[in-house]
């Protein structure tokens, strides 16, 4: 007998990160993995320093200082608020947790590419939802529910479309899905959103018992390096996963930079404020080229969506702002070969970012 992964695993397609290297080019901007420019507090790296004589002993496993912070900072049950290494952890974790072969599990046809290798390890059945206007499909998710219908996935806002749905359009949602099924709300941009028909879905998870929301310390907080987020759960879902998750999944340093992240609000102010105003600017000035070939949407995240005449458009761009030294993120594995994804960077970043690309389309 031959050893074979469970069915469905080797369906998956590695997930590909954003690259990071552009050799050849003078000065490289990577802007390929929606990072933060400015990376974490410095207080956030001086607690991570402070972890050095911990390094030898075991973290405290409940990750108890940071559920604490995380309840204090958004009136929480810390009871209810489960950390991981990444939300990424956290993610495969429910999915690991609730799933059987054939399930169901849904999400938009150019989704985060997570929620495909969650579904496909544990032998489910992946069923993406056409997004015609790149906007999860609130019609097109409850009119797919059957019984086999276990998990749904929505990043709010979605990496890479940018594109949201509002307080009300997830309500229905929710509401539409039978109890036996778990809606997992992935808020890993939610700090840059700004509207005021948005919220992360803190409200619909205390209001129901089949909605999970995970959040990240890799997006505003600039720490996704040492890879840390949350889930806030109902009680009954996080005393599950509290029992599968290994039991020191976030080291000492994740929860005392993300602790120390937390309390220095007025830091991450400084990057959401910087955020709304060259992603405008970006989008503003990314525009100004759209009869040359090249159109951006609206975002709601810390990156803007480019879209070129085809998938060859894309990919010539892509080299040749490779080669100013500018990385993208192409976004084939997301189901839109025709696009490139561009993070808000830097001041200097965002200039060259917009420089090369009115060089490509001049050329
Ligand atoms: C929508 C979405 N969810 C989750 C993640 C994973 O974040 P983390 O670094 O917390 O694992 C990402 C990272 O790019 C993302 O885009």
Sequence with gaps: MTLEPRPGVMDVQPYVPGRSDASG????????SNESPFGPSPKAIAAYESAEPALGVYPEGTSRILREAIAAHYGLSAERI?????????LH??????LRPGDEVMFG????SLYKIAALRNSATPIEIPEPHLKMDVDGVLARVSPCTRMIFIANPNNPTGTYLSVSEMQRLQSGLPDSSLLVIDAAYAEYVGKS???AGIKLVDDSENVIMTRTFSKAYGLAGIRIGWGYCPQAIADVLNRVRQPFNVNVAAQKAAVAALADQAYVEKVIRHNEIWRAWLIDEIRKFSNKGVRVDDSAGNFVLLHFADAKGAHDADRFLMSRGIIMRGCASYGLPQCLRLTVGSEEANKAAVGALREFVSS
């Design 25 to 32: 080019a003078k000065r490289v901007f990577k802007l390929s």
């Design 82 to 90: 489960i950390c991981g290494n990444g939300s990424d952890e956290i």
């Design 93 to 98: 974790l429910i999915a690991d947790t609730y």
């Design 109 to 112: 046809a150019h989704a985060f």
């Design 197 to 199: 028909d948005y919220n």
